[in-house]
């Protein structure tokens, strides 16, 4: 099993930045691929971004591309998501991801993930 624990959100005004953590425990390790993705009220999760296992490869989705930066540090099994002009619409909870070991291309699907955190809620105001 692997546990993940996202932290960083709050309350920001729009044109702000946050960044945001997730810590891997258990059975996690440098061997999964990482994501990021999203929730606000009423809506479906999305997806934000994806990670390599070794953090070479990225992947963003169309609405943070530019914004947002995804990257991991192995050695504290952490993977980071830092947002940068932050708009209303970015309003959500965020959630952290990984896929199976066995699993090494950046998926978007949220099927295309095994193991979930429990969410960090990010409010930005206008």
């Known amino acids: 099993q692997v546990q993940l624990l996202e932290s960083g959100g709050g309350l920001v005004q729009a044109g702000g930045s946050l960044r945001l953590s997730c810590a891997a425990s258990?059975?996690?390790?440098?061997?999964?691929?990482m994501g990021w993705f999203r929730q606000a009220p009423g809506k479906e999760r999305e997806f934000v971004a994806a990670?390599?296992?070794?953090?070479?490869?990225?992947r963003y989705a169309d609405s943070v591309e530019g914004r947002f930066t995804i990257s991991r540090d192995n050695a504290k099994n952490t993977v980071y998501l830092q947002m940068n002009s932050l708009k209303p619409e970015d309003t959500a909870v965020y959630y952290c991801?990984?896929?199976?070991?066995?699993?090494?291309?950046?998926?978007?699907?949220?099927?295309?993930?095994?193991?979930w955190g429990q969410g960090t809620q990010v409010t930005v105001s206008s």
């Open positions: 258990g059975r996690a390790d440098s061997n999964n691929v």
């Open positions: 990670i390599s296992r070794g953090g070479g490869n990225t």
């Open positions: 991801a990984a896929r199976s070991f066995a699993l090494p291309t950046l998926s978007s699907r949220v099927t295309g993930y095994d193991y």
